[in-house]
């Protein structure tokens, strides 16, 4: 699998002839993405050789996860050590043209590449990450099988979730439980708000405790061997009244008909439409201000959005979040949120907890 993601990879980087000679590998995604190593390091790939640049550390993990590359660990003691062994290797290919990832690169560690290189360096524009939108078959068993952890840590904890336990208890809960069932850990922190806190998006556990009628929000994610899932419900215990069911019911139909949407050839910001349409006619337009989803893998939030302005065409193998959402302040909010894969003619949920107010 990591030869076929290199092979991608240098089809689509080396294709237009003295463009770009070389690619420096800084994200740590993108370097266990293409060459299984899971530890700390940079590579640098050109069109003769795979090589990656790490600490002694790191030396025999590196070559006993990354055999289609090389392994060249920094000289102990040495300033600048890896940037010198960088440049040797520029100069022995001839590299003139190198390409960086931009967005990962601190400005510091660019100033000292470009100082101390050889080449020219030339922004790499995402060229891996828009690489890693559509899954490959060991990828999507891997997020399946982190939406399956956290479906069932869900399903676990809700059980214990009564009036008098704080949103702390259930938040710890839930990391513990999912470590239980296989997870290196959580996807994210979780989110956990209830009452009026519950209108926070992105609210952090408190102390508060959970009362009786009032909504609760849970955000929450696993991460299995490197890969996420993402999953938020909305409930209440005893008896909701009559503004959290008006609004509750508007999230619930506008993530319905937004997924049934979702096939090969519709963009995404088409999708977005759909259910922000539907959350605006009913006069609640102004209280969905986040996209309606994203993509998920490696990173918990990744190309591509489901928002206003990202017009990707969706394509068989991504895998993304549908999420939308009505927060009013003071009162509470509202999110449902699930990780769905496209395929080949439409779209199969994977976190499958049931969608249900009442508790």
Not at 8 to 13: A, D, H, P, S, V
Not at 102 to 125: C, F, P, Q, R, V
Not at 161 to 184: C, F, N, Q, S, V
Not at 195 to 212: L, M, V, Y
Request: proline fraction near 3%; glycine fraction near 8%.
């Amino acid at each position: 699998m990591i030869g076929d993601r290199l092979t991608k990879f240098k089809e689509n980087i080396f294709k237009k002839k003295g463009i770009i000679d070389g690619f420096l590998v800084s994200n740590l995604n993108n370097l266990y993405y293409l060459s299984g190593f899971d530890g700390e390091g940079l590579a640098l790939i050109t069109k003769e050789e795979n090589l990656l640049f790490t600490d002694s550390r790191y030396t025999e993990q590196a070559e006993k996860e990354s055999p289609q590359f090389k392994i060249i660990t920094d000289k102990p003691g040495k300033k600048n050590a890896r940037i010198i062994s960088i440049n040797e290797i520029l100069k022995k290919h001839k590299i003139k043209k190198l390409a960086f990832e931009g967005h990962d690169l601190s400005y510091s560690d660019y100033i000292k590449y470009k100082n101390n290189i050889s080449a020219e360096l030339i922004d790499g524009n995402n060229a891996i990450e828009q690489i890693r939108i559509v899954k490959d078959e060991t990828e999507i068993t891997k997020i399946k099988k982190a939406c399956q952890i956290i479906t069932e840590t869900l399903k676990e904890v809700m059980e214990i979730i009564e009036p008098g336990l704080r949103e702390l208890d259930i938040a710890t809960e839930l990391a513990y439980t999912m470590r239980k069932k296989g997870a290196l850990g959580e996807a994210f922190e979780s989110i956990v708000v209830s009452g009026e806190r519950s209108s926070f998006p992105h609210g952090k556990p408190s102390e508060k405790t959970i009362r009786e009628g009032e909504l609760i929000t849970i955000d929450t994610g696993a991460n299995y061997q490197k890969y996420n899932s993402d999953m938020t419900r909305t409930f209440i215990i005893g008896k909701e009244n009559k503004k959290q069911k008006e609004i509750y019911q508007i999230v619930f139909n506008a993530q319905k008909i937004a997924m049934e949407s979702l096939k090969p050839g519709m963009k995404c910001n088409e999708v977005d439409k759909i259910a922000r349409d539907i959350i605006k006619d009913k006069g609640y337009g102004d209280y969905f201000g986040h996209g309606l989803g994203h993509g998920v893998g490696l990173d918990i939030h990744e190309s591509p959005r489901l928002s206003t302005n990202d017009k990707t065409i969706f394509l068989p193998g991504m895998i993304v979040t549908v999420e939308p959402g009505i927060y009013l302040p003071e009162i509470g909010g509202v999110r449902i949120e699930d990780t769905v894969l496209i395929t080949e003619d439409g779209y199969e949920i994977l976190t499958w907890f049931p969608k249900e107010m009442n508790i």
